[in-house]
């Protein structure tokens, strides 16, 4: 059985080499990155086993992102397209220092996934998991992908597959007003939440302290869980009535994209696995620490490594 | 005063190292690459004052390919795009060998020159020049384009600019008899029309010997000059009735692309330059020869490498 | 349903840049490489449902050639090792050029699989495929892998599994006589012999023109199939009696490790696709012809490539 | 009109990767650098029409230089020599890390800029220029160049161009002592002098707070104005009596080279563009600090970027 | 005449790029690490006539350390095995980040040196050092080596060369318990006994303050020197009765594998060359600090670099 | 006992990727090469006891080449020069590939050889030789090495040691008239002489078949032996009244540059080792083809692959 289906868009992620700008490089490293897939990885990784659905054109690039990926131990439910008709999303990664920020260009505009539809893809994925995961990127693409979302949620639910889903606001994409009633139309077919406490803000107008806002959430949409977010500052989870806080685990930041699908990723394997939510917040968390240190938007780790930095007892050098 | 000016697309070109396939890469090298831009390259390198004119986004990928034309010496007119509203094609370049061709994937759907239309650009620098270069790249890419490029070569004719034009038929961007309509509707303002032997047979069904072809193009519509075009087998003139014919130079190939530009570029750089036409077919072919020994789209040379393999005097090492 | 299984040791493979040699090397490039994989691969890429079975260290470096396999959609079924007990095998490849060969140092000694007994192998595997391969280089590597290979044959021969074997000596690891013995145990539990020209000569005495050696060995040891290799010269095969040749495409050779493993692959997967012979070594062959075209052990081709080359309409650049 | 012109010289500066020693490395990158360009480069990036005159030999490696400034739209004015009778000055630079200082060594002596004379460079650019920049590494190449930099001073001033002047003291290249009579024979000459807190106290012997040195060379020397800079400790003017004080913005250093030229040429470019001195204080600032997280000599930036800066609202990942 | 001697198995170093994982890399950065070779590396740098013995295969990887360690000034007595029969060790590393661990992975098992004996190295180089230095990783290896180990050591002090030795413990080689056993065997043959603080601790069971620590060992094992390395916290060594401490350096860390050996070579060299017990320590100190700066095991140094650490007048840029 | 002892200037290598022009380059690969060292390299490589004297700046430039030299096996005799007063040649190398030939500009005036005076260089080492080389460039550096390379190779006739020398001749360091006088000013000290037939002809007018100009060479200058190279052709000695014909072996061409050098250090490598004139000319000969193979000035070669090139059994894979 599946434990975790993903849907939503991956991307080419072209990144020039450290302290070179994307305005003179020579040359751009290539990997996988889109939240979905990212949170497929990671929780493969960490033992789950994982199903990634998407579109694509049916081309090197296509076929580069699913052997990425599979590499990795998820299986993936592709749409194939007509290489000829349809593009693939890629986008350009700058990395940044202070006091300048790090660049993301997208360049992701009709991209294959935005015209897929529920007929396309294996919905018995959806109907066998435990869980499935998207984010609020992919209703954000297109109308089709709106509505291909909810469907997919529906269909979930109905099968009793627990829904889960990250907020993950992207102001290129459409206004805080639109993703609002993007999110609202979602929200009834989700189950557990997960909200940067910035997109809380942004686009839901839910501020104040972290569990306000999250009490808020559940109450008012009757999620049964809901975590939010607070980057360096933690997470917050609120789930069943009960409230549970997790630090961070500090780290050495090598590439900060990809920090929160990790986080989720970490999470949901766990749960998956029968932790119960406070265990799977701090596994999270944990997987999110560990991948800052990892170049490219994957988590690219081992349950062990995860475990011990639960356990507190990593660093130094084993030999 | 400007010699040659040159009107199109401009893409980034991205491509593996040698021996990697593009499903598999880590890696992509970044250069410029776009027929146009590579004839004004080309021609400026051989002296030439030349400007390109484009509609990019600004964005760093925009100003990265204004950068490096510029590094060559090339002026450019640039009517620049809202980056968030646009983007910027590019292309996959994936090096060959027998039995495998070199394959190419283009990503050009809604380049930011596909609205580009006569008011953005400095139509000031079509009037000055003597001569206006474009190729039947431009007009394919949308109906906007082809308008365009039908006002600039009539711009550039009532203002005495010497028309020069490639066919450059790309099959994946029109058919045939597209591409025969588009270029029939543009012929009455050109003056030197240069054709690949296989694209006037394949669009303009033209076949035949090359003196054949080029004579029936040059009475049809009432050219100037027809240079056909052969690949490894030279070149063919037909200039105010005159024939002249152009062998190739021999040339250890690491990189055919832009052999033809190359050749475009050296051929008008000579006549602007004062050439005749056999000279200037000479100085094309000997800059498509050099073209050949050096990686990305763009014929890195001087005036006197192109003048040493006319003179046939180059090879070995000199120190 | 699978349609190949194969079972073998995969390496490292670490190779540093053209040009440069092994003994002075800052930089290794890092593939994986082994004949048994090798084939799986090709045979995977080409649409054919594959698995390949081994024995590793359960450490960043099994799962690497574990991860760099499912990429190209091979199943993996691994007796995962103490990764502190064991080690995995590397070897070391620098490109030649005359007067100078290619060279290939192994370090395999000891290597995780040359443990490995049926018992910790996913014997069911091999039981319900269509296609059970493995080559003369298993045997070779311990006595414990003799006996598993053995093993392994016969329980696929039992369960209607067919079996292939390619001779692949290793001069390196036993004599002619030590070879000899070990493939003539297993022969009579082999139905399709793979047997390069040069290999039959020096092991198996058999000398004279490659229809010769391929009846003698079918009438010997009454193999359903014997296709005796002849590196640029093509192949023979006689099956059922009759006799069918193919020649060689063309090729640019970039890189001939891993050639002759391409043509197994590319053969057994049309042959489980319902291929006849001739078809089958068609397409083996141009397989292997695109493998020259590629840096690494594996055949990273398409379907539709290897159609393209068969169908003898490849090379010029698409675009 | 042009804006900014500067004269100096600029090398090719050669560097091995991070962690490496020069004395051990296989590969070198390759930048352009020198004091007099990089302040060019800045100001044209800010959008300052800028120019850049200097000697160089005719020779690839002279086109390298030009093609590199060229294609951040500076304009360059060069007196070509003859390749075979000169050379380029170069520069190694090995990044450092405590306690290992960042070594530079420098190959420069008899480069092909210290016999430049004021005949051989367009000298009309300095008449035309609002601002002509040049540093004191300038007049320590060479006595001719000493005489050169004296001329081109008078002539910018004779014509109504504001002149500005680094001291950019180089222990290698000449004495304190040597350095202050260079200095003081073109004082005269001198607008706005930029003057590291350490170059005023080791060769002109001026200690003391920064307000005092500031204003003691401004009566001294007439300057109308008179920026002290002080590296992490900020900077500070004096310009017609009044005094300006301004902080650094806090930055990740990834290259430190360049970053006082940095804060020149956004100083410069600020000016030019109609901001006080105060605005201009800020804008070097933020351009110096930008500066830090690039590799090499330049300040690849964006006015928006240096605005962002200014306005304190960096940082983060914009997506 | 030779004034160090040391004596150990040398590896290949096989390293992926920072923030890559050994899991995923493509690439490995090669060169040579081993302690013994780093010691007596680091010593030559700084002046010391210093020899490595070992036993190497006689293939391109032995020749690659070889003319590693040439190329700083060591030389080197091997004895050459037959390629076909032996092996190198390798060893794989990770770099790390909090808080991931940097992770090593050894390959080094049945390597050739493992089988040397007294009578395959040069001996007579043991004889006429000044300085003859091991470590307990060269015991740990074989029970050959253990053997030999004790022999060299014998030889050396029957011939008057003093005995140098650092119990590096290592986990994966042996238990504590092993290591006591084989350390207190060679103690009676050793002058100069370096232990960090943790060894000390583990294997020995000595715990408390540094100086009971030496001051214990000292007096138990009749060594002339102790010295105890405490990694950030400094150094402490009891000579002759007295305690010398040596603080650390301020570094910034690039690659801390090797700064114990570098330590201890610095420490040597200026032993030999006739520095007292502080001053030694504090060149070991310095030595140890730059190579933090450095990539790699070595500590690619020069005597005046290290004297300006100690003498505390480094960092900045000189140019 | 030395076998060789080599003089003459060694310089920085640096070259731009295949495919990339000079011009344009972001990198560049750093090896050391100089007709000279590359000689003692090969003879060191192939067996001989070798020494390279010099003079090198007192630099990480000048260290870098002493220890990729000693990398080897070559010893060195070096005349340290202060780095501030002096530099170090560097020359940059643009591969080619027709019409384009190979490019190699020269830096090298005012290298710290070129006051190189017999004081400073240890001349015990020459005495003590069986074999000194110089080539034609060294005398052309400079009138104090004109004087040098007279006194050394004197010094070595004087105490019985053979002098060997190449033509070598470098239209960029001086006149075929002013080379003649140059050569003819040494000839008395020399016995072996290396001349390729173009310098025989361009420097010494000496034209016709090879016999004709070594035995008119031999006759006039009383040389024990004279070898005319011939490039592709292959060579043609006169020893002591005899003529010897070698030919070339077949080889891919990587790297063309050093290919001379090697076959002179191939030739004496087997001189010194009691090889005939034939035999030397064959490892010569076979030094060269492999040097082709390889990337830089070097020979990286073992004598076991030299002994199969002349033994003829090169080629293939051997695994």
């Known amino acids: 059985m599946t434990d975790i289906v993903s849907f939503g868009e991956t ?30 990885v990671a ?11 998407s579109k694509l054109p049916e081309s090197p690039l296509g076929r580069r992102l699913v052997s990425e990926l599979r590499s990795h131990g998820v299986r993936t439910g592709i749409a194939w397209d007509d290489a000829d008709e349809t593009r693939l999303g890629t986008y350009y990664l700058e990395h940044g220092g202070r006091p300048r920020g790090t660049n993301v260009i997208y360049d ?7 015209t897929a539809t529920p007929e ?12 499935f995961y998207t984010s609020g990127i992919t209703p954000a693409l297109s109308e089709t992908l709106a509505e291909t979302t909810a469907t997919l949620l ?8 627990t829904t889960a889903f990250d907020l993950n606001y992207r102001s290129k994409l459409w206004t805080p007003e639109e993703a ?15 909200a940067a406490e910035r997109d809380a803000a942004t686009c839901l107008g839910r501020t104040g302290d972290p569990e306000t806002v999250a009490r808020g959430l559940a109450d008012d949409f009757d999620f049964e869980t809901v975590v939010v977010t607070r980057s360096e ?11 549970y806080e997790q630090g961070v685990y500090a780290a050495d930041t090598y590439d900060a994209i990809g920090t929160g699908d990790a986080f989720v990723g970490g999470f949901l394997a766990k749960r998956v696995d029968g932790g119960n939510v406070p265990e799977s917040l701090a596994y999270g968390a944990a997987t999110a620490s560990l991948k800052r240190t990892i170049d490219g938007d994957l988590a690219v780790v081992t349950p062990e490594e995860v475990a011990s930095v639960v356990g507190d007892d990593a660093g130094g050098i084993s030999r």
Chains 1, 2, 3, 4, 5, 6 share one sequence.
Do not use: C
Not at 43 to 53: D, I, M, Q, T
Not at 154 to 161: D, F
Not at 233 to 243: N, P, T
């Open 11 to 40: 991307m080419l992620r072209l990144s020039p080499p450290r302290g070179e700008r994307l305005e003179r490089t020579r040359e751009l490293d290539v990997q996988a990155g889109g939240a979905e897939s990212n949170v497929a």
């Open 43 to 53: 929780a493969a990784r960490l033992g789950a086993n994982s199903v990634w659905l």
């Open 108 to 114: 992701r505009a009709d991209a294959a996934i935005t």
């Open 120 to 131: 396309e893809l294996p919905k018995a994925a959806v109907r066998d998991a435990e869980v």
């Open 154 to 161: 529906q269909t979930a639910r109905e099968n009793g597959t």
């Open 180 to 194: 609002k009633a993007g999110y609202e139309a979602l929200f009834p077919h989700i189950d557990v939440l997960v």
């Open 233 to 243: 500052r933690g997470s917050l989870a609120v789930s069943d009535g009960q409230v």
